[in-house]
């Protein structure tokens, strides 16, 4: 579903609220609609539908960590979760998304986080964004996030009626290595939820998304915005290209820009299942050696973000101002350079 995403900056906490929730309830025409649409169309009933990125709230144009978790983050068991759940049971229907989320455990602290709702109203999967510019990442938190949540907390898997489903989150798209690990537990179909840039030229994530199908076997449903309205950034500027690509690398379905439904396919999971059983040149999965790049990833681990970085000497997870996150890439950037891995 290409949607508009509306950003909520600058509005009061309780008018924010009622916004997010008036959002999610106006969803249910479109995506009605859209499900006799897809089932006219093609024979099949609508049984997933993946929303946009950060659709509901935009992202947080520069407020504090703190100030945007209070006044529009999700909390896991709030009332944003409780409405999306209870329109998944009207609807029948799987729904992805992505949110600003909180954590009682981490308090002050946002996580971007993609989700996806089964048609019994429950939260399957909840993925935290690990790679972001400007956003706390589980990796920030590493030890005391690990002891809370795990492994399976990071990299979770939901097994469910329509196959593996994973998430990944926005630019996570372009970094190999998070659909890659989501491939070695089980993956299936990766729920890529997007606000980037649409273009007739190949762009970067275009590119990226054809590539993480191709080398883990796996369908990539991606939803872009149909721009972000209530910015001074022209609304079209994130726009179009919402597609699925199966696991051959191949686009089966695209929309053009505004808002649409109709990046609608066929996934066909016993074709991809048989491929992945099958020994052959094109089996991309069963020829992957990881153990082979552990020592290489783990020697060069050593100059790159450190994890916990957000916990003080008491572990105690602290949310940094904004100007960290630019710091902290600088100083990734020395480290390299005094590694010579950068020139």
């Given at each position: ?8 900056a ?23 609609t859209?499900a ?9 009933p ?7 990125e950060?659709?509901?709230?935009s ?6 960590i ?7 983050g ?7 979760y ?11 229907l ?7 989320e ?7 602290f ?6 996806l709702?089964a048609?019994d109203?429950?939260?399957?999967l ?6 972001s510019?400007?956003?706390p ?13 795990g ?34 537990r089980g ?6 939820s997007?606000?980037e ?23 990539v ?6 721009g ?8 079209a500027?994130?726009?179009g ?5 199966d696991?051959?690398?191949k ?18 999971l ?8 099958r ?6 999965l069963a020829r ?9 990833f783990?020697?060069?681990?050593a ?19 904004r ?5 902290a ?15």
């Amino acid at each position: 579903m290409q949607l508009t995403a509306r950003s909520l900056a600058g509005i009061d906490a309780s008018s924010a609220r009622a916004d997010i929730l008036a959002h999610i309830g106006a969803l249910e025409g479109a995506i009605r609609t859209t499900a006799i649409f897809v089932e006219q169309y093609s024979g099949l009933p609508l049984r997933l539908v993946v929303l946009p990125e950060y659709l509901f709230t935009s992202y947080p144009a520069g407020e504090t960590i703190e100030g945007f978790a209070a006044r529009v983050g999700f909390a896991p068991d709030g009332p944003e979760y409780d409405a999306l759940g209870k329109l998944a049971q009207r609807l029948g229907l799987y729904i992805a998304g992505n949110a600003y989320e909180t954590d009682r455990h981490f308090p002050g602290f946002y996580f971007q986080a993609s989700f996806l709702i089964a048609p019994d109203g429950n939260v399957a999967l909840r993925y935290r964004r690990l790679l972001s510019m400007f956003a706390p990442s589980p990796h920030d938190l590493w030890e005391a996030y690990l002891d809370r949540y795990g492994l399976d907390g990071v990299f979770p898997v939901a097994d469910t009626a329509l196959g593996r489903i994973a998430a990944i989150a926005s630019e996570e798209i372009l970094y190999p290595e998070i659909a890659r690990v989501f491939a070695l537990r089980g993956a299936e179909i990766f729920v890529h939820s997007s606000s980037e840039i649409g273009s007739p030229l190949a762009t970067p994530k275009d590119i990226a998304k054809r590539a993480r199908a191709f080398e883990n076997m796996a369908y990539v449903v991606s939803a872009n915005t149909a721009g972000i309205s209530g910015t001074p950034m022209p609304i079209a500027s994130a726009d179009g290209n919402s597609q699925i690509v199966d696991w051959r690398g191949k686009l089966v379905a695209q929309s053009l820009s505004g808002e649409t439904y109709t990046a609608f396919a066929e996934i066909d999971l016993a074709a991809l299942r048989a491929a992945r059983r099958r020994p052959a040149m094109t089996n991309m999965l069963a020829r992957q050696r990881p153990q082979m790049f552990a020592e290489a990833f783990g020697a060069a681990a050593a100059a790159f973000q450190p994890p916990g970085a957000m916990l003080d000497d008491g572990g105690i997870a602290t949310p940094p101002p904004r100007d960290y996150f630019r710091k902290a890439q600088e100083a990734v950037i020395d480290r390299l350079l005094r590694a010579d891995i950068l020139r």
